[in-house]
Antibody, heavy 118, light 107 residues
Framework: QLQLQESGPGLVKPSETLSLTCTVS??????????WGWIRQPPGKGLEWIGS???????YYNPSLKSRVTISVDTSKNQFSLKLSSVTAAHTAVYYC??????????WGQGTMVTVSS | DIQMTQSPSSLSASVGDRVTITCRAS??????LNWYQQKPGKAPKLLIY???SLQSGVPSRFSGSGSGTDFTLTISSLQPEDFATYSC?????????FGGGTKVEIK
């Protein structure tokens, strides 16, 4: 069945760029009608959508983070990626990748904890 | 952005209890409301979509209802594996937004 797996550094310094990759297995990232997205969850807090991308490269970002966020896709590797620039301690969170259908998150990765600290 | 407000933020219940969690949207979202279950250290799992449709594989003791701005998630008979945090999410408009979560604990 379809699985998603996040990867990337668990520790990022303040003012640097957080970079994560989500690898899709058991299915194609080119599946029609599905977007691929990133969601974060600060410790002890609720979930926040960061942004989404279609395999064609079309993107949607949360306005609250839009100035810092870039999401890209590599269909040859069945992967999509997140870059979040100029991070601060407030960006410390578990970051999840997920598949979306009509803004519904139906399959999630296991999540990866990213701590912003010097 | 559409704000999603859940109540209560936590509750204590016993195995076999009927549990009801409420979610309120800041504007009319029709039936574009989804519920997720999250256990500690795990990713959220989709339970219910479109307010009342059960995701495949989810036990029938879970049910959802509501439309417009007010929604409920009901667990008819709480089981040990149901102790978790439950979050609602609107899929009516971008950005999709989540409620703050309701933690269901063992009494």
């Amino acid at each position: 069945q379809l699985q998603l797996q996040e990867s990337g550094p668990g520790l990022v310094k303040p003012s640097e760029t957080l970079s994560l990759t989500c690898t899709v297995s058991g299915g194609s990232i080119r599946s029609s009608g599905y977007y691929w997205g990133w969601i974060r969850q600060p410790p002890g807090k609720g979930l926040e959508w960061i942004g989404s991308i279609y395999y064609s490269g079309s993107t949607y970002y949360n306005p609250s983070l839009k100035s810092r966020v870039t999401i890209s896709v590599d269909t040859s590797k069945n992967q999509f990626s997140l870059k979040l620039s100029s991070v601060t301690a407030a960006h410390t969170a578990v970051y999840y990748c997920a598949r979306l259908h009509l803004l519904l998150f139906d399959i999630w990765g296991q999540g990866t904890m990213v701590t912003v600290s010097s | 952005d559409i704000q999603m407000t859940q109540s209560p933020s936590s509750l204590s219940a016993s195995v076999g209890d009927r549990v009801t969690i409420t979610c309120r949207a800041s504007q009319n979202i029709s039936k574009y409301l989804n519920w997720y279950q999250q256990k500690p250290g795990k990713a959220p799992k989709l339970l219910i979509y479109a307010a009342s449709s059960l995701q495949s594989g989810v036990p029938s003791r879970f049910s959802g209802s509501g439309s417009g701005t007010d929604f409920t998630l009901t667990i008819s008979s709480l089981q040990p594996e149901d102790f978790a945090t439950y979050s609602c999410q609107q899929s009516y408009s971008t950005p999709p937004t989540f409620g703050g979560g309701t933690k269901v604990e063992i009494k």
